[in-house]
């Protein structure tokens, strides 16, 4: 949540900053800010609203010069959304300005001791104490200048509580941006002649694809020529380089209306991407940043998958996939309960968290409490030198490519493919699966982009529908088995994309009270289980179609090509590409992320940015 940009180099500040925020905007945009250095002064100017909102304003501006600068864009916590409470924020003097990701827990007493020193806090924000904070700490040092403004911020950083990262300029030190990170993202990218940090390495992947992971309490110092990364006690940290494996086009919108229909078309590339390295000349699976050695992979006695958000629907769905492959029992829970239940967790559980980002505070937590109870982690993580891989026993990456769209669509097809690769990957070591029944499911999943790509080809009357119920108040959604995670997820997408009432249920359990939901006209996507290799739960899905349909629903149902059972209770009917059941989640997914999508569409909303998400959430 939030996005971050600082810059030092040769070229204009606020330009490098407002193109960065432009990359970042999928991370918060309630409201949106710029500072730059010159003159031995501090310009800056913030706006509520869209980063548009702010490139308007300082269009009408006069110009910001300067080759040193910062800039946010936000997803509120504390304090409204508007102008005063837009980062970056300044302290009484206004030589320093801080932006700032996260959320500070011992706020109140802060703002308390500040204003009793006789400082004046102009906004409702958490950040606006951080930057007077940092001006009574270079106040307090001999030589206001060089090097103070990584110190100040240092010995700031040790008095705040809770989750954060800032990014702060002091027109007293004016070549040097500092930031400093605890449980929120920030990497360095190493330009020639320029640095930058960011949050994300969309932020400056035009410039530069060599970055710097900045670990869990640390500081960076940028200047145009050097990068210098210390731990909170001031000791020089050991940092980890990395190069960026995509380029500066795979987030940009290529030509497509939305990142979102542009991220559901790159879907069969991304599945491919997922496989591709996973075996060796043999044949046989490896999992080269697995980090876990077979041997300790031998010893799991149980699973528990920790996610959130449609990562969670990954897990509810590979939980099926770990159980029949593995025969290890599987729990799935989402991550913000997980440290809550008290989960029985032993030295041969092994935790699975999944997370497209690897910043999701919730996820990082729950790893953080697994392994203080000794249990390995595995993260399933889309974005490299991530916290959550980075705080993880062994990592497989899911090679989706960058999603910028808030809506995730092609990393969850992804953290499928990756978490079935695991599973299999461990009937491997604990001799679950003969070879050759191992070999038969990966030629099912290599066969999955191409049937992907038929469902991408026949989407015309998911779009037809979607237009047609846009004015509708509720969708509901049906599944059983595997089925059933995917009528969740197509809920979710219907609800943070559309705004409507849309629940996933069960189908068996439609019997059990949401059939009372059922009235004349409302509309019920059902998917339904293949009907030779599922043929029992198909015809009892066949059947809860008709017990909705004697109750007037209108029904959009999901079902393999060819399946003659069922079509004749289909109001909408969506063919699927015949797979074999573990695999149509794969293929089913997919309709239901163009249906929330179109119908967001049709009802003029922001598809890519929903309002009040933001893409990675990284508070609790
Ligand atoms: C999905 O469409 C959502 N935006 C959201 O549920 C997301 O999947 C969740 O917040 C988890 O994010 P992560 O995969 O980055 O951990």
Redesign the pocket.
């Known amino acids: 949540m939030c996005g971050i940009v600082g810059y030092a180099g040769a070229r204009q500040a606020l330009d490098v900053v407002v193109e960065g925020l432009s990359k970042l905007e999928y991370r918060g945009y309630d409201s949106a800010g710029v500072a730059v250095l010159a003159d031995g002064k501090v310009a800056w100017e913030k706006r509520a609203g869209k980063l548009a909102n702010l490139t308007a304003a300082l269009a009408q501006s006069p110009p910001m010069a300067g080759t040193v600068g910062l800039g946010h864009t936000r997803w509120a916590t504390h304090g409204a959304p508007t102008d005063p409470n837009a980062h970056p924020h300044t302290d009484c003097g206004e030589h320093i300005a801080v932006v700032h990701n996260g959320i500070i827990e011992n706020f109140a007493d802060l703002r308390a001791q500040l204003q009793a020193a006789g400082h004046v806090i102009s906004s409702d924000t958490d950040t606006e104490l951080v930057a007077h904070l940092l001006e009574d700490e270079v106040a307090g040092q001999s030589a206001p200048g060089a090097g103070s403004l990584a110190a100040a911020m240092r010995a700031v950083c040790q008095r705040l509580d809770g989750t954060f990262t800032l990014v702060a300029v002091d027109a007293r030190d004016p070549d040097v941006v500092v930031g400093a990170r605890r449980n929120s993202p920030l990497v360095v990218g190493r330009g020639h002649g320029e640095n930058f940090l960011a949050s994300d390495v969309a932020a400056f992947i035009s410039f530069t694809k060599q970055a710097t992971e900045i670990g869990q309490d640390q500081v960076a110092e940028i200047r145009a020529d050097s990068v210098t990364v210390t731990n909170f006690d001031g000791t020089l940290a050991q940092v980890r380089d990395f190069v960026v494996d995509w380029d500066a086009e795979a987030a940009e919108k290529a030509g497509f209306k939305w990142f979102m229909t542009k991220e559901i078309a790159e879907q069969p590339r991304a599945v491919a991407d997922a496989l591709v390295g996973r075996t060796d000349a043999a044949g046989r699976l490896m999992l080269d940043e697995m980090r876990l050695t077979d041997d300790e992979l031998r010893q799991v006695d149980k699973i528990i998958v920790l ?6 629907h990954a897990g509810l769905i590979a939980k099926y996939a770990i159980e029949h492959w593995c025969n290890i029992p599987c729990d799935v829970q989402l ?1 913000s309960e997980f440290r809550y239940s008290e989960p029985i967790l032993t030295r041969t559980t092994l935790v699975i968290a ?7 505070l ?2 990082l937590m729950a790893v953080r409490h697994a392994r203080e109870q000794h249990c390995r982690v595995l993260s399933v993580c ?2 490299r030198g991530s916290s ?1 891989p980075r705080e993880s026993d062994g990592v497989v990456y899911t090679h989706a490519g960058p999603e910028i769209a ?4 092609k ?2 097809l992804t ?1 499928l493919v990756s978490c079935y690769v695991v599973a299999l990957y461990l009937a491997q070591v604990q001799g679950t699966m003969f070879a050759s029944e191992i070999d038969t499911v990966l030629d099912q999943l290599r066969a999955m982009p191409g049937a992907v790509e038929e469902v991408l080809e026949v989407m015309g009357p998911v779009r037809e529908v979607a237009r047609e119920l846009a004015a509708e108040p509720c969708v509901l959604f049906l599944g059983r088995h595997v089925g059933h995670p995917v009528a969740l997820e197509g809920a ?2 219907l609800k ?1 994309l559309a705004y409507m009432h849309a629940e996933g249920f069960a189908a068996g359990e439609l019997k059990h009270g949401p059939i009372a939901l059922i009235e004349p006209g409302l509309p019920v996507a059902v998917v339904v289980p293949p009907p030779k290799d599922m043929a029992v739960l198909h015809d009892k899905v066949v059947s809860n179609i008709q017990e909705i349909r004697a109750r007037g629903a209108r029904t959009i149902v999901l079902a393999e090509r060819g399946d003659a059972k069922v079509a004749q209770f289909a109001d909408t009917l969506i063919e699927l590409p015949v797979v074999p059941p573990l695999m149509q989640p794969l293929v089913a997914t997919v309709p239901l992320q163009v249906f929330a999508c179109e119908l967001a569409d049709a009802k003029g909303h922001d598809v890519d940015q929903p309002r009040n ?1 933001a ?3 990284t508070v609790e």
């Not at 996610?307 to 969670?312: K, M, V």
């Not at 999944?354 to 999701?360: A, F, K």
């Open positions: 996610a959130c958000g449609t990562a969670y991550a999944i997370s497209q980002s690897g910043e999701t919730d996820t889309n974005v959550i808030v809506a995730s669509t990393a969850f953290q979710l997408k943070e998400l893409k990675s959430v």
